[in-house]
């Protein structure tokens, strides 16, 4: 999984007198900064980023570009490296902080290097008391601006007096209150009570700090996501001065909460906040800012959504113009504004104009995940141009790139093969496009993904093939879906784009957000204290049977037909028997007392060569030591590849299998070998009663733990995999509803196959 260094800062500073820069009134140019402290808190941190944020705010001639602007400059540029990605995205120059706690207080050192050439300025290890804490970002944006300019790195303008004068007139807290403001930061994206608690107790230790009173915006109108208020509150607040740089605090804060509404999909929302942002920025005297350009950019996607295309136009128009009056059209923000606006000359009749805006907005050769969008709405504007030939090729290479990196399973990839369809069956080439169309609608079921605009897509153009093909009782049943659809999801975008905000984002555990989402879904459904025993060693035979069914299916290898079936089968497999491989059952029942762990005992039974273990609580194995009968005992512990070990599903599994909590201890097993197939189910047990940060966590160290091993995990309908090699997951396919009803005792899979895999 790639792994961004923490604490990232990216900023753009205009330029004057320097040899280095052609237009100095006009230049502006980008900084990076990466905030690592060692053996502290992470609060503390944290703390120190936001400081030098907000320092940075200070400044006239310098934009900050934090949160999701910054990630999605890293999602769509990511190459492997991360200097690379930086210089991809337009950063010129690398700010590196680090600190750690010393005999005399806080020991920090920085440094700031120049990506296109490699020269660097640095300042020496500096102590501070703790209690001086919040000096650290002063000192070191002065500092090391003050020996950039003399070796003539940056211009002299950035550290004039009057910069200097403004940088340091804002609040230096207390370590109490960095520590709080770190603390507030730190949840305010997912858990904004605890935020807004964290900014109180800071606002409490130093009520001049007007930093926590700014953020306090955010985190208060993130949990209440009511517009009209806020807009009151800044008319009524005399806390914070709105034409100063707390306005422009506020200004960031307010920006942020706009993306987030529009994340969340509430628009409205967003489009208030937007509307309050542009009115802080030019209160403060920032309305040519970078953060006013990209509030006006997604201002644009927002007027898209609400169905005003001319002025979602404007607005795109006007952002691009903001940036170029700035010289910054080698910035990824500019190549990113460029999408839509083609999109926007491509809907007004001006192809041409489109698709030479999309040839500026290609950042590298390189097939990143914005080559991806690049390439997409490419092939949307040759499709309008009629020029089908070239669309196809665009989609398809555009679908190769999110293949390749693993985001095959996301909203965008369905959304490019939405349109692919639709350009097949303008063009008559009906039978294919009906084949897209069902495998859109076969990857929404098996992600869970119902009611998606994807969906509602498919089921409109299943139904007009069918239509004309006379088909028109089927037709009306696919239209009909796809209209009731659509009217949940509201209008569709004034026109067709592929924008930065859509992007695939990856989980820790691997997953694209939609396959989290399918996988949260099932977690939290009960308490397992709450459940009497007899319910919490609930099963009975047959119940998950559709796990035989695959498992024969994989290790038959005559079975070829199937191209997805190949696939898993060589991936976790490769050529491997059953005796090379093992498979953990997390909460087989093995306390039920007709027919202990029948489900688990059923798989040692079909499959003799593979090791079997039935991984339950102990109390679960106390009860079948001492409760169930001893011929039913005897009958599940004579399998000589069944194994039942005493333990908890969601702890770390390799260490519990290494370990002697194993009933039966004097029967032979064959130890875990680095190269095995590793199989695991959790049907009815951790998949229901664990919450899903649990269950994220124990996806991780499995990945951790079991690296170098292929994995199949059928976690409850879900089948889950991650290649030997790696620690990320994905889900390749779905197992049928039998054996998931948690009323009756019934194997039913309602018209479904035994599984399903994802297509390939």
């Known amino acids: 999984m790639r792994t961004w260094f923490s604490g990232i800062l990216l900023f753009l500073t205009a330029v004057s007198g320097s040899a280095l820069f052609a237009a100095p009134e006009l230049r502006r140019f980008t900084v990076t900064a990466r905030v690592q402290c060692l053996d502290t808190p992470e609060e503390l941190r944290r703390g120190i980023e936001a400081l030098i944020h907000d320092d940075l705010y200070a400044l006239s001639a310098v934009d900050v570009v934090e949160g999701r602007d910054l990630e999605e400059l890293q999602r769509s540029l990511y190459t492997g490296s991360i200097e690379e990605t930086l210089k991809a995205g337009g950063v010129d120059y690398l700010i590196d902080v680090r600190c750690r706690p010393g005999k005399s207080g806080l020991v920090f050192q920085a440094s700031l290097k120049q990506l296109q050439t490699g020269a660097s300025v640095s300042m020496e290890e500096q102590t501070l008391p703790q209690r001086q804490a919040g000096q650290i970002p002063f000192i070191v944006i002065r500092g090391l601006f003050l020996r950039a300019s003399e070796k003539g790195l940056i211009p002299s303008s950035v550290v004039a007096a009057s910069e200097q004068s403004r940088l340091s007139s804002a609040v230096r807290p207390q370590f109490d209150t960095l520590l709080a403001y770190g603390r507030a930061r730190q949840f305010e994206h997912v858990d904004p009570v605890r935020s807004t608690s964290y900014l109180r107790e800071a606002m409490v230790i130093d009520p001049d700090f007007h930093q926590a009173y700014a953020r306090l915006f955010f985190s208060y109108y993130a949990n209440h996501t009511i517009s009209r208020p806020a807009e009151m509150d800044l008319q009524s607040q005399r806390r914070v001065r709105t034409d100063g740089l707390a306005g422009i605090w506020l200004a960031r804060a307010f920006y942020d909460l706009g993306v987030r509404a529009h994340t969340m999909g509430n628009i409205p929302n967003a489009a208030a906040y937007q509307r309050i942002t542009n009115g802080l920025l030019s209160g403060a005297g920032r309305s040519r800012s970078l953060l006013a350009a990209l509030n006006l950019h997604r201002t644009g996607q927002i007027q898209l959504l609400m169905i005003q295309p001319y002025q979602a136009h404007y607005s795109f128009q006007t952002a691009r113009e903001m940036l170029e009056s700035g010289e910054q059209q080698n910035t990824f923000f500019y190549a990113a504004n460029l999408l839509p606006l083609s999109a926007a ?52 290479n555009a679908r190769k790139i999110l293949d390749d990196e693993g985001f095959a399973s996301s909203t965008l990839y369905m959304s490019i093969l939405v349109q692919e369809a639709n350009l097949l069956r303008s063009t008559g080439e009906t039978r294919t496009a009906e084949s897209i169309y069902s495998e859109i609608l076969l990857r929404s079921r098996i992600l869970g993904m119902d009611a998606s605009r994807a969906q509602a897509d498919a089921f409109s153009g299943l139904g007009m093939t069918r239509m004309a093909r006379g088909e028109s009782q089927t037709a009306r049943h696919y239209l009909q879906n796809a209209s009731f659809m659509q009217l949940r999801l509201g209008p569709r975008p004034a026109f067709d784009s592929f924008t930065t905000s859509q992007l695939p984002e990856r989980t820790p555990a691997g997953f694209t957000t939609e396959e989290r989402n399918r996988v949260a879904s099932y977690t939290g459904a009960f308490q397992y204290s709450r459940h009497a025993r007899h319910v919490q060693a609930r099963t009975y035979a047959g119940r998950l049977d559709d796990t035989n069914v695959i498992l024969r299916d994989l290790f038959d290898r005559t079975m070829t037909g199937d191209t997805a079936l190949n696939h898993l089968r060589q991936e976790w497999l490769n050529g491997r028997s059953q005796d090379e491989v093992h498979f953990i059952d997390i909460g087989p ?92 189910r959790a049907a009815n047990s951790i998949d229901i009663y664990e919450t899903w940060p649990v269950i994220e966590r124990h996806l991780i160290d499995i990945g951790a733990d079991f690296e170098a091993n292929p994995v199949l995990y059928l976690f409850n309908r879900s089948i889950l995999f991650k290649p030997a090699g790696s620690r990320q997951f994905r889900i390749a396919g779905m197992i049928s509803r039998a054996g998931f009803d948690h009323m009756y005792e019934t194997f039913n899979r309602a018209g479904e196959p035994a599984y399903t895999l994802m297509p390939r």
């Open 345 to 396: 000359y491509a809907a007004d009749g001006k192809p041409d104009l489109g698709l030479r805006l999309l040839e500026r907005a290609q950042r590298s050769d390189r097939p990143t995940l914005f080559t991806a969008l690049v390439q997409a709405n490419t092939a949307l504007i040759h499709a309008k141009a009629g020029d089908t030939a070239s669309a196809l090729e665009k989609f398809r």
């Open 589 to 680: 029942a093995i306390a039920n007392r007709q027919s202990p762990g029948v489900t688990a005992v059923s798989l040692a039974r079909d499959f003799p060569e593979m090791k079997v273990i039935a991984l339950d609580l102990p109390e679960q194995v106390q009860i079948f030591e001492r409760d169930v009968s001893p011929v039913l005992r005897r009958r599940v512990l004579d399998f000589p590849n069944f194994h039942i070990l005493a333990g908890n599903g969601v702890h770390p599994l390799r260490k519990q299998i290494l370990g002697s909590n194993w009933v039966e201890r004097s029967k032979k097993r064959r130890t875990l070998a680095t190269g095995d197939a590793i199989a695991i």
